[in-house]
């Protein structure tokens, strides 16, 4: 059997739950954190969303150990993973220069616009969370010469677009033969340079729902 409880205007709960009646016409994903005290090995597996009607539901799983590491780090986005086959369709192609330092490499990669709105779909704000510029680029509004040209000309946008600079704190390669290297996972991506250009393309897919097949950065 269920039970109501009334609640007083002033209550947090009483606010929260008009303010979601208020804009649920405009919630199209909720995410769910389940926190514990305990220890649990689903805190490191992906839960698969569902979908609730039109409403994506995401399941975050946070146990004390999880917890433990971002505290003590400070670095939640750490617990980024990505796994590129997995989001891309496959591995991207990559020109990779080592050598240059002994405790770094650059990877040099042209990055279908796909994969980048799937990046921030994801992950959102947290893939700026270590530059206050992208981070503000990113809460602004979309510029809208890029938002013109990836509506009316996608296929341009590379050219029109001086890229986007990232760095983790690990990236794996594989051999994809003749001597080529593909990016097939990183971890701690973070976006340090471009924030409007990714929130841009992200945001022209999602509200006008644009073809970003042929956009490419």
């Known amino acids: ?37 305990g220890i649990t090995g689903m805190s490191k597996t992906r839960i698969p969303s569902r979908m609730f009607g ?3 539901m995401r399941f975050e799983i946070w146990d004390i150990e999880r917890l433990s590491r971002a505290l003590s780090s400070g670095r939640p986005q750490q617990e980024i993973d990505l796994d590129l086959v ?18 770094y490499s650059v990877h040099l990669a042209v990055v279908p616009g796909t994969l980048l709105y799937r990046l921030y779909d994801t992950h959102g704000a947290r893939l700026l969370e270590r530059n206050v510029r992208s981070f503000l680029q990113a809460k ?36 994809v033969g003749d001597g080529l290297q593909a990016i097939s996972r990183i971890k701690g991506l973070q ?3 471009g924030g409007q250009t990714t929130a841009s393309i992200h945001r022209v897919g999602k509200t006008d729902k644009a073809d970003l097949s042929r956009v490419f950065v």
């Not at 496959?90 to 002994?102: E, F, K, R, Y």
């Not at 510029?143 to 990232?166: K, V």
């Open 1 to 37: 059997k269920g039970f109501h409880r009334s609640m007083e205007p002033s209550d947090d709960a009483c606010q929260m739950t008009t303010r979601i009646h208020d804009i649920q016409q405009k919630i199209d994903r909720v995410r769910v954190f389940v926190l514990t005290d």
């Open 54 to 56: 039109t409403i994506e």
């Open 191 to 193: 976006i340090v340079n």
């Open 86 to 103: 997995e989001l891309n369709g496959a591995p991207l192609p990559c020109v990779t220069m080592s050598g240059i330092a002994s405790d």
């Open 140 to 175: 602004g509004k979309v510029n809208r010469g890029m938002r013109d040209t990836l509506r009316q000309t996608p296929e341009m946008f590379m050219a029109y677009n001086n890229g986007i600079s990232m760095t983790a704190e690990a990236v794996e390669t594989i051999p």
